[in-house]
């Protein structure tokens, strides 16, 4: 993501989260992963429901099932 290859990080974080379209929509986030974030205190938790709820749009829009 950092280097600009969206397209990999979406690949990557469907192999590494089965269920993105769940975890990042419905998934409590603010108490679950980004509440227990490392880095939350210095420079703000990862906003992973985010970019999970990205990555399948971005993903079912390059299989077709949205467009």
């Given at each position: 993501m950092k280097a600009?290859?969206?397209d990999a990080a979406v690949e990557l974080s469907h192999q590494t989260n089965t269920l993105p379209e769940i975890t990042g929509r419905v998934?409590?986030?603010?108490?679950?992963?980004?509440?227990?974030?490392?880095?939350?205190d210095e420079h703000g938790a990862?906003?992973?429901?985010?970019?999970?709820?990205?990555?399948?749009i971005r993903r079912w829009r390059k299989v077709g099932v949205l467009t």
């Open positions: 600009g290859n969206i998934c409590p986030q603010d108490r679950l992963c980004e509440g227990a974030c490392t880095i939350r990862v906003t992973i429901a985010t970019l999970n709820a990205t990555f399948q």
